[in-house]
Structure formats: structure tokens, C-alpha cells
């Protein structure tokens, strides 16, 4: 695949034209599912897998491309989810002119996070994270101050253990009635393919570039003058940006929005994802998802087993699978390439072995 | 006044040596191998349900509760080397400290879950405990709190001497300081490491019957610890080993101080603070050395 890149510096790399295809394939699907998916429930679980996705492709972005060990994600989806939340309930702002606002908040949110972690390194950023983290989901379930009432009923400022409900929604249940869920679906698909577009020119664009040389070789990349904490605290925003907003179309979407987000399962399930999917692979975070909710989804029905099984999983696949599924197709599609070429010549097998994984897979 | 200024005290120093008891053997782990051990909570845990097991159910003395305990976290640690760093350490070197963290997690998970499946959810009583109270002069200090005192004191002890005074603790000391040269001095690297993963493990096992005597047994009982002890790690440098118990202490007094001055909801976020102040103003921990990596 990558032996070819020479001739194709002119036109499109063989990897962007496969990603394109990919690409193309998955948008068709996602216009066809409604019409064949006749149950509200898969319809709802579908929604809820490409919320997963999205977050997942964020935390890819900032893990797998960029090296920074960050276990605020579901933090900042959840900052993004209040913020939208509380705009709506307080103001009785609109949810569509909320989610931007929102977006914003968790990416201030964000940057302050990354000022006071980004100085440190591997583990220590992931300590740090994540104690933040735990702070915030303790705060907001021990808060009992009452800050309005709502009827007879008193209303902690963070929502408090129970968190924050009918604020709003996406104004698709007037509009399409029984439908509203398909609209949901929509809108949420939507989100998730601006989110890869963006993430897809954020990786190949020269900035893209920087974060990918500061995890391969942090030494190098400063020495080449790549400004480490600069970058880091960019990336460490962007992925805030949309992860927030994530966040915000997830209380928006669910009309509801409580401390649960923050809880230890969902970070693990996330990160679970990724590793399956293929840490810093563009399109692990999609089929990790796809595998994770289906095999969660086949789970449920051995009911009290489901942690112990995601447990397993992400340990099971760590060892077996170091770059995740996609990196094992790319391992394959190697393979068959070197069987195929094997009687021909020796030359051309010793150059698809060291040429490095295709960088769109 | 000094009445509740002893209160203070006492339940600082308590729950700092327990602290320091867990942040120890994370720091051990960190230090010798790269490795953070996402699963020290629920090897927490194991440990203290199994002398929960050993006494109860088999009516067996509070000693080989103990034992027990010691026991089920060095099988512990010794599974979690064969079944997960062992393959990782195979893999490269550059993704090694991240894979083991997530392989843990799950590992962690899973282990908390088998907890909760095989106990149940609601809280036991962990059956060693001390009733009563100790006078010394103007101080009333519970027997509990004591015993938990000494026994880490006991263990620190222990640790010390292991690692200062045996062949083991030489080689172990040698592996953090440079694994390849005590490899290449004949030091085998992997039993180390597997020593370490044990002796780690036996350590989470006590702590966690400790732990569970001071509150009550459930599942999620190594959590709240880990956590504190994660960040008491980083702010002492992780891998410093009496830089952990001096932050140990440290946390754990300024924990009770502001638990009693501004209610329990800010313990947490007050160390929280403390630690991003540390690390502003020095990013490799308080006792760390700041470390010079060749390219």
C-alpha cells in the first residue's frame, strides 16, 4: 500500500482513497438503517453506540494520536452535558442555542484541566485526570444546598445526585411525532460524521503531524521545534470541543442528564473501544463500538456477567491484540499481501514487511 | 479543644498509615517496573474478603485471617505476572507503560465484579477488630487504631528490611535503578518482577483487611484508598518509597484537618488542589528526582 506513495503524491494516497470508500459505504448504511430497522429499541441502542463512537473517536484522538493519557474524557462530555443542561433549565434558553455554549464551557473547562496536567507525562497526566474526574462526580452527588426551588421541591446547583431532567429537547418530537427517534438518529449520525471529518483533517493536517511526532518521540519532535505543552493544550481542546457537544446533544437527546455520565464503567467502556477498535487508528473508535455494543448487547442476557465480561475484554485484548482489531485486519491484509508476492520475488516482500501500517487505518 | 484536636490526630495518623500502606505497594510496583497497577484497589478487596472467609465462614483465628489475606494477594500479583505483564513485556518497550495500566483496569474491574458476585453487594462486618479504648493521660486512644498503626509500622518495616537487607531486596533495587545493566549483571529480570507483582499483592492484602476493619467490607472498598494513594504517589514522585509515606502522612492529616473544618464533601478536592500546586511547582513530585532521559 505505502510502496506506491511516490507516484501518488499528485492525486490522493491509496489510504485516503480507502478511507473514502469506507467513508462513503458507512454514510449509505447509515441512510439505509432507519428504513430497516423497524424496533424502537435497537433504533435507541444505535443512537446511544454513536454517542459511544464519537466519544471514543475523541479519546483516540487524544490517546492514540496525540500520546496524552487523559482520563477526564468522560469528564468533559459530562461538563459539556451540564453546561447545555443548566443553560436550558436556569435561562430557559432553547437546546439548539445551548449546545454551542456548552461545547465552549467544556472546552474552558478543558483547558484548564490541561494547564494544570499537561506539564506532566504518561502515568502522571492519567493520575491526575482522573482524580479530577472522581472529584467532580463526588461533588456534584454530595451537594445537598439547596439553590431554587422547583415547586416544593429543593434544587441542588449541580443537580445533585439525581442531576437535571425536562430542560427540553431536540424539538423533534413536534415535528415528526411517532418518528422522533428516527429524527434523533439523524441528527446524532450528523454529529458523529462532522466529528470524523474533523478529526480526519485534524490528523492529516501539519498540526495533526506535530501531535503524531510528540507520541512517537517527544524528544525528537521538541528538539524539531515542536512547542510540547502548546500542542498538547490545542489537541487537549478540540477533542473538548466536540466531546462536549457530544455531551450536550446527550442530554438533549435523552432529556436527562445525571452524575452517572461520570461513573468509573462508562470511562472503562470508552477506552475499552478504543483498545478493541485499535488505539490510533482512525477507524478503530467506529468498529470497537460496533463489537463492544454488540457484545454488550449479547451480554445483557447473562445479565450480572456483563462487567466481569467488559473486564475481561479490555485485559483479554490489551495482551492478544496490542493495535486492536483494525491493526489485526491490517496484519492480515500484510499477510495475504506477502503470500501473494512470496513466489514472485523476495525483494517486494522484504519492503511490504518494513513499510509501516497504512496511517489512515 | 485538644480533645478534638487529638480526634484530629488520631484519625489522620490512622488513616495515613494506611494510605501509606497502599501507596507503598504501588510505588514498589512503579518503581522496579514501569508499571502503574490499575488493579491494587480490588487486590484491596481480595484481601480482605478472603480473611473475612478464612474467619468467619471457616471459624478459623483472626492470625491465619492474616495469613490468608497475605496469601491470596502474592497469588494474586503472581497471576496478574503471568497472565498480563509477562505477555506485554514482550511487546515494545515504548507501549508498555500504557498497555499495562488499561490491561489492569480490566483486570481490576473484573476482579471487583467476581467480588461482588461471589459476596453479594451489601456491606459485611470484617470480624478483625479490637473493641475499647486506651488512656494515656489526657489522650483516649481506641485499640483499633492501634493495632492498624503498628501493624503498618510492622510491614514498613518489613518492606525495608527486604529490600535493604536481602539478596531479593538487591536485586529488586538493582532492576529499578537500570533494568538492563542488573539483567546484564545476571539479575533475572522476570523473577523480579515477579516478586515484586507478589510482595505488592500480599501488601494490597493486608491493607485491605486494615482498610475493611476501619469501615465495613463491600466490593468497591479499595477505591477510595487507591485513589488517595494515586495522588499521594504522584505528589511524593512515584517510586519514591519514604517520599510515599511522608506524603502519605502528610495528605492524610490535611484530609482529616479540613474534613473537620469544612465537612467530609472537601477532603477529596482539598488534596486534589494540593497535589496540582505541588506539580506546578515541581512537575516531578516533591521527593522526585528530575529525571534525565537519553534520546
Redesign the interface.
Known amino acids: 500500500m505505502t510502496e506506491t506513495r511516490p507516484a501518488s503524491r499528485s492525486s490522493m494516497s491509496p489510504s485516503a482513497k480507502t478511507d473514502l470508500a469506507i467513508s462513503l459505504v458507512l454514510i449509505a448504511a447509515a441512510i439505509a438503517l432507519p428504513f430497516m430497522v423497524d424496533s424502537r429499541y435497537i433504533l435507541g441502542q444505535i443512537v446511544l453506540a454513536l454517542f459511544y463512537a464519537t466519544i471514543a473517536s475523541q479519546w483516540n484522538l487524544l490517546?492514540g494520536f496525540s500520546g496524552i493519557?487523559s482520563l477526564a474524557q468522560m469528564a468533559i462530555f459530562a461538563f459539556g452535558g451540564y453546561a447545555t443542561a443548566m443553560l436550558c433549565f436556569y435561562f430557559g434558553w432553547n437546546v439548539w442555542a445551548a449546545l454551542v455554549p456548552g461545547a465552549l464551557g467544556a472546552v474552558l473547562f478543558s483547558l484548564v484541566v490541561g494547564l494544570?496536567c499537561l506539564?506532566?507525562t504518561?502515568?502522571?497526566v492519567?493520575?491526575?485526570t482522573?482524580?479530577?474526574a472522581?472529584?467532580m462526580y463526588?461533588?456534584i452527588v454530595?451537594?445537598t444546598e439547596c439553590f431554587v426551588m422547583v415547586g416544593s421541591v429543593c434544587r441542588q446547583f449541580t443537580g445533585g445526585a439525581v442531576g437535571f431532567a425536562r430542560f427540553g429537547d431536540l424539538g423533534t418530537r413536534a415535528l415528526l411525532r411517532a418518528q422522533w427517534l428516527v429524527g434523533n438518529y439523524a441528527i446524532i449520525a450528523v454529529l458523529f460524521a462532522v466529528t470524523m471529518v474533523f478529526t480526519y483533517a485534524i490528523v492529516k493536517s501539519p498540526i495533526g503531524l506535530a501531535f503524531r511526532a510528540l507520541k512517537d518521540?517527544p524528544?525528537?519532535a521538541v528538539?524539531r521545534g515542536v512547542n510540547r505543552f502548546q500542542a498538547q493544550l490545542l489537541v487537549f481542546g478540540i477533542s473538548a470541543f466536540f466531546t462536549g457537544l457530544a455531551g450536550g446533544f446527550y442530554a438533549a437527546h435523552f432529556q436527562a442528564i445525571g452524575p452517572g455520565v461520570l461513573s468509573?464503567?462508562q470511562l472503562?467502556f470508552i477506552?475499552?473501544i478504543v483498545?478493541v477498535g485499535g488505539v490510533g487508528t482512525f477507524w478503530g473508535p467506529l468498529v470497537g463500538t460496533v463489537v463492544l455494543v454488540l457484545a454488550d448487547e449479547l451480554m445483557r442476557e447473562s445479565g450480572?456477567?456483563r462487567?466481569?465480561g467488559?473486564?475481561?475484554?479490555?485485559?483479554?485484548s490489551?495482551?492478544l491484540m496490542?493495535k486492536g482489531l483494525v491493526g489485526r485486519f491490517g496484519d492480515l491484509v500484510h499477510w495475504l499481501a506477502r503470500r501473494r508476492a512470496s513466489p514472485d520475488s523476495k525483494t517486494a516482500v522484504s519492503n511490504i514487511v518494513q513499510s509501516p501500517a497504512p496511517a489512515g487505518k | 479543644m485538644t480533645d478534638v484536636l487529638m480526634a484530629i490526630l488520631v484519625a489522620g495518623f490512622t488513616s495515613g498509615a494506611l494510605y501509606a500502606l497502599a501507596t507503598v505497594g504501588l510505588s514498589l510496583v512503579?518503581g522496579s517496573m514501569g508499571m502503574?497497577n490499575m488493579a491494587h484497589a480490588a487486590m484491596l478487596t481480595l484481601g480482605g474478603y478472603v480473611a473475612f472467609t478464612v474467619i468467619t465462614s471457616l471459624g478459623l483465628p483472626i492470625a491465619l485471617g492474616f495469613a490468608g489475606a497475605i496469601v491470596a494477594g502474592a497469588v494474586a500479583g503472581a497471576i496478574l505476572y503471568f497472565?498480563?505483564v509477562r505477555?506485554?513485556l514482550k511487546?515494545?518497550k515504548s507501549?508498555f507503560?500504557?498497555?499495562?495500566?488499561?490491561?489492569?483496569?480490566?483486570?481490576?474491574?473484573?476482579?471487583e465484579?467476581?467480588i461482588l458476585?461471589t459476596y453479594g453487594g451489601q456491606p459485611l462486618k470484617q470480624p478483625v477488630s479490637i473493641a475499647g479504648t486506651f488512656r494515656l493521660g489526657p489522650l483516649t486512644l481506641p485499640w483499633q487504631n492501634l493495632m492498624i498503626i503498628a501493624v503498618v509500622v510492622v510491614m514498613m518495616v518489613v518492606v525495608s528490611l527486604a529490600l535493604g537487607r536481602t539478596r531479593m531486596g538487591r536485586a529488586i533495587r538493582a532492576t529499578a535503578q537500570n533494568r538492563d545493566a542488573a539483567q546484564l549483571m545476571g539479575v533475572a529480570v522476570n523473577r523480579v518482577y515477579l516478586q515484586v507483582l507478589m510482595l505488592s499483592g500480599a501488601l494490597a492484602g493486608i491493607c485491605g483487611v486494615m482498610v475493611s476493619s476501619m469501615t465495613q467490607l463491600s466490593p468497591p472498598l479499595g477505591?477510595d484508598p487507591m485513589?488517595k494513594a494515586?495522588?499521594m504517589?504522584?505528589v511524593a514522585g512515584?517510586g519514591n518509597l519514604p517520599g510515599a509515606v511522608a506524603a502519605a502522612l502528610g495528605l492524610a492529616l490535611l484530609e482529616s484537618f479540613v474534613q473537620y473544618a469544612l465537612g467530609?464533601?472537601w477532603g477529596?478536592?482539598s488534596l486534589?488542589f494540593v497535589?496540582?500546586a505541588v506539580?506546578?511547582w515541581r512537575?516531578s513530585g516533591l521527593f522526585g528526582r528530575a529525571e534525565i532521559?537519553r534520546?
Do not use: K
Request: one cysteine or more.
Open positions: 490517546f493519557f494544570a506539564r506532566l504518561g502515568v502522571y492519567a493520575l491526575l482522573l482524580a479530577i472522581q472529584t463526588l461533588l454530595t451537594d518521540n524528544g525528537y528538539a468509573m464503567s472503562m477506552i475499552a483498545v450480572e456477567f462487567t466481569l467488559l473486564g475481561l475484554i479490555i485485559a483479554l490489551v495482551v496490542p | 512503579w502503574l497472565a498480563i505477555n506485554l511487546n515494545d507501549t507503560e500504557a498497555n499495562v495500566m488499561i490491561a489492569t483496569v480490566g483486570i481490576g474491574i473484573a476482579l465484579n467476581a458476585l477505591n485513589l494515586f495522588i504517589c504522584v512515584l467530609a464533601r477529596f478536592p486534589l497535589v496540582i506539580l506546578i512537575p532521559r534520546m
